[in-house]
């Protein structure tokens, strides 16, 4: 084809044929991330970005048996339960002994009563003697041994969780919550004893030789009367409880 003399038109390189690597109107144009790896993903077997690379183990995973990061935690139960190995719990057995029977309870008792009294006597006669029988010697005397008897047993049971008496025929009384009585419990418990303070006053020592007395009965029936061998004194307590060592 001649051009009359003219140089021959340019082909339009954008047109079908043209210059070589362009693209083409409506032709779909080459994916260029094919030629750039992603972030992320594994190039030839590498590790991927954000894994754990040349074995570094990762915080909270188990290596090879090695123990995992913040285990155990501080407060959760290890071992027993109750604070791990080594801190026994508490003995789901404590202050559920057999209840001690009245006749063992009433041996104590006279025990406990021959130990105070004979010492107390003794010294109340030496002091009659001295005064040659001066009556406030005598009542003063009759106090004494009163706060004498009560503190003897509100501070053995408290203290000890048994007189010495109790200690003989095994016996020991337990608080309500189990372990020895409180102080306030055992003076409850034992404060019929307190009317042997009054029984150096005229007439009112009378009844309250009387109240002893009825208090006296009135625990060795409710003794034998009740399931657990709780008296009325152990009731009016909060349930302080006699049981066989």
Known sequence: ????????????????????????????????????????????????????????????TPQNGAPQYGAPQYGAPQGNGFGGPGFPGPDPNFGTGTPGELLPRLGARIIDGLIVGIPMGI?????????????????FMTVVSGVVAFGYWTYMES???????????????VGPAGGNPTLEQAAKRNAFVALQILTGVPLLGFLAGLLSLAAYIGIAVTIEQDGDKQGFHDKFAGGTRVRKS
């Open 1 to 60: 084809m001649t051009t009359g003399g003219y140089p021959p038109p340019q082909q339009d390189p954008r047109a079908t044929g043209g210059h070589p690597g362009a693209p083409s109107y409506g032709a779909t144009p080459p994916d260029y991330t094919q030629q750039f790896p992603q972030y992320g993903a594994p190039q030839n077997g590498g590790p991927q970005y954000g894994a754990p690379q040349y074995g570094t183990p990762q915080y909270g």
């Open 123 to 139: 010294l109340t006669a030496i002091m009659l003697l001295a005064s040659g029988g001066s009556g406030f010697v005598n009542f």
């Open 159 to 173: 203290a000890r969780g048994a007189t010495v008496g109790k200690k003989l025929l095994g016996l020991s009384v």
